[in-house]
């Protein structure tokens, strides 16, 4: 009996682990990702940024976003964002290595061309644009379950911790404000250096790479956005090195076309879930006829022995 | 059938309630000041205990019912029927608390009904998938404890629900006819579940440390919640039996011996997988990352081999040993995943506040609360007489 058990239960495992084992392996062999032709983003360039963070306070004027005042600031006078958070879509970070050499940097959502925020979402609170491939929250669908957050690559989405009906809040270049009115993200409007710009992807890389071109010296040979995490709709040129401006080094691929490969593989069709229940099914009925006498109701048959023994 | 008549206020009902309360206050500062204000959740890590404990381990802790579903109905011609009902029990009771605590950890839970409207839902999130699976399993336990508590009518010699038995006599036969599908049912969606709760890391991508991160999270998963399962069941007989004043219930041995086989095939996964993509120095490197990996192996690694001793399956103490240390590992393993391995950025550290560990405490003392009373009431442990004689 011992015998035959071990056997059976080797082959469940194997049935059952072969569907989900095999989905890594087939996974590998995922189309490449592109971006939408009509897709925009904006493109930074970090040797313009003079830091006058004009971009961050027009964000949080069309956005109508709460100061978010430093610590020492007992008046609450100025809106001094120390980093992105539920009251800062857009900042301005300082880098400063020694003396004179620093550069700026703007953080907000880069807009992923295959953003992991959307994949993760399980109510599509978290959605992306078809044609333009802006990415964009809706407040009345999200159930707060955060998975966002721990999915985003970079950090972005913000949470609401010290409020009792929190949100999600993360840059939506502007869809519903100075997009829709001006056609321009608020942040893109008010640089006064052009460090910041608007337009399709297409051509704010080619700006990109025409600058790295003309000016080899003075950047870095990287356009960050380009293919990290299987591209980003806003990229950046720098002088200095993207890990001293507070980038992580990510990996080419797509996490979120990863992941949704592996759980359309287990689930194509709910293909693998049937034949799962079907089989098991299958198993579960002869048995119990095998079982017959000894079977099912076997408990309460004895408990009515019992009972009538008391 | 006599009614089950032990003692419900116990000294342990006590100590269990005061946690329970300190743990719903806890729970009810938080629907009041936000999640901030009770919990040491942050942007960079904003799954803390109440996921990686009450949802990603607790469920697994729960597995019980799933695990001895697999060896009675599936493997071995429905003969270790008088566990299966306690494991069941405690299944429920384990996915409850982990909805209980996703409740709690909803930011903005009023919208949770989203679920249950096909426009909203989101069929490429994995956390799409284990939340219906999870809500379905619920269902399907509760149907399959059914009969456990329609005996309790059924048999009852109270004159004062007269309908009541008339109904349970009523439904007892018919929902024993279909109750297979059910258990079948049972068995389908928790593999469907706990292998996806493996694939909810996946997309953090490299947030999550490579010794944690590949694409065999998900059959990882599926086989740790498989372990884990048999080792409860072995943790919770060998407790109940000294509690109760009940004898040794002998299928535990037989159950041990399934153990080593999963166990061995899960580290054998575990570890072609780290070679493969080349990060077994990574895990022997002996940095922290590497001793919490190598604590969770062992544990594991070590409960397991014990079980392949035929002298070690033979003593209660011993097999209650190598379950406790394959239900420590296994869910060291989990806490790896959700939160030990988990690395945003720079600059961020999570470590539970006081509030939070409460809430964790009085939700789980909460369920061990109701366990005890409904074991109490109702014929949910083996039946010692036809076990005896069955036997």
Request: aromatic share 16%; charged share 10%; glycine share 12%.
């Given at each position: 009996m011992m015998k035959k058990t071990r056997r059976e239960f080797i082959k469940l495992a194997a049935l059952s682990g072969a569907g989900i084992a095999a989905a890594p392996l087939a996974a590998e062999a995922s189309a490449p990702i592109t971006a939408n032709e009509e897709a925009v983003g904006m493109l930074y360039d970090a040797t313009l940024c003079v830091g006058c963070k004009a971009c961050v306070a027009s964000c949080k004027n069309v956005n109508d976003m709460d100061a978010a005042p430093a610590p020492n600031d007992a008046d609450r006078l100025w809106d001094a964002p120390e980093d992105l958070d539920y009251r800062t879509r857009n900042?301005?970070?300082l880098y400063k290595d020694g003396e004179g050499d620093f550069s700026y940097v703007k953080h907000q959502c880069m807009h992923c061309i295959k953003p992991s925020c959307v994949s993760a979402c399980p109510v599509a609170a978290m959605q992306q644009e078809k044609d333009r491939g802006i990415v964009f929250y809706d407040k009345d669908i999200c159930i707060g379950c955060r998975y966002c957050q721990v999915a985003c690559p970079f950090n972005i989405p913000k949470f609401e911790w010290p409020?009792?009906?929190p949100k999600i809040v993360k840059c939506d270049l502007c869809k519903f404000t100075n997009l829709k009115d001006k056609g321009i993200p608020a942040c893109c409007e008010v640089c006064p250096t052009k460090a910041v710009i608007y337009g399709k992807r297409d051509f704010l890389l080619a700006e990109a790479k025409k600058r790295l071109a003309e000016n080899p010296g003075k950047y870095q040979k990287e356009i960050y956005g380009e293919f990290e995490?299987?591209?980003?709709?806003?990229?950046?040129?720098?002088?200095?090195?993207?890990?001293n401006l507070g980038f992580r080094e990510l990996e080419f691929d797509s996490n979120a076309a990863f992941s949704e490969n592996i759980q359309h593989t287990i689930y194509k069709g709910f293909v693998a879930p049937v034949a799962l229940y079907g089989f098991l099914a299958f198993v579960a009925i002869k048995n119990r006829k095998n079982h017959h006498g000894h079977g099912h109701g076997h408990d309460a048959k004895h408990e009515d022995k019992h009972g009538s023994e008391k | 059938m006599a009614l089950h008549r032990e003692k419900i206020l116990t000294p342990s009902f006590w100590v269990l309630l005061t946690?329970?309360?300190i743990g719903f206050y806890c729970i009810g500062l938080r629907y009041v000041m936000g999640?901030?204000?009770v919990s040491n959740l942050s942007d960079g890590f904003p799954w803390g205990i109440w996921i990686a404990y009450d949802v990603a381990t607790g469920t697994a802790l729960a597995c019980g019912g799933y695990a001895l579903a697999i060896v009675i109905y599936i493997m071995n011609g429905w003969k270790y029927h008088p566990l299966i009902r306690s494991a069941i029990v405690t299944s429920l009771f384990g996915y409850a608390l982990a909805g209980f605590s996703v409740m709690v950890d909803l930011g903005r839970y009023w919208n949770a009904y989203s679920f249950f409207m096909p426009s909203r839902w989101q069929v490429n999130s994995v956390m799409f998938e284990v939340a219906v699976c999870v809500m379905a399993y619920n269902v399907?336990?509760?149907i399959e404890l059914l009969p456990a508590i329609l005996e309790r009518f059924v048999h009852s010699t109270n004159p004062r629900f007269p309908k009541l038995k008339e109904y349970a006599r009523k439904i007892y036969p018919k929902l024993d006819k279909v109750l297979i599908f059910f258990i079948v049912l049972g068995i389908t969606l928790p593999t469907m579940h706990q292998s996806s709760l493996g694939s909810m890391m996946i997309i953090a991508g490299s947030k999550l440390n490579p010794i944690w991160q590949t694409g065999f999270l998900p059959v990882l998963f599926l086989i740790n919640a498989m372990y884990i399962g048999y080792s409860v069941i072995i943790f919770e007989s060998t407790l109940s039996s000294v509690a109760f004043g009940r004898p040794f219930e002998k299928e535990v041995r037989i159950i041990a011996k399934v153990v080593p086989y999963l166990t061995?095939?899960?580290?054998?996964?575990r570890f072609a997988d780290l070679y493969y993509r080349g990060h077994l120095s990574t895990a022997f490197s002996g940095d922290y990352y590497s001793k919490m990996f190598l604590a969770e192996t062992l544990l594991i690694a070590g409960g397991a081999y014990m079980l392949t001793w035929k002298h070690f399956r033979m003593s209660p103490r011993w097999v209650f040993v190598s379950a406790v240390m394959l239900c420590v590992g296994?869910?060291?393993y989990r806490f790896s995943v959700y939160i030990i391995g988990f690395n945003p950025d720079k600059g961020w550290s999570y470590f539970p506040s006081l509030p939070e560990f409460f809430i964790t405490l009085g939700l789980v003392a909460f369920e061990i609360l109701g366990y005890m009373v409904l074991v109490k009431m109702f014929p949910i442990m083996p039946n010692l007489e036809g076990h005896k004689k069955s036997a």
């Open positions: 900042i301005i970070k409020k009792a009906f995490v299987g591209g980003t709709n806003v990229i950046y040129i720098a002088g200095e090195s993207f890990s | 946690f329970t309360v999640i901030g204000a399907v336990l509760a061995a095939a899960w580290l054998i996964i296994g869910s060291w």
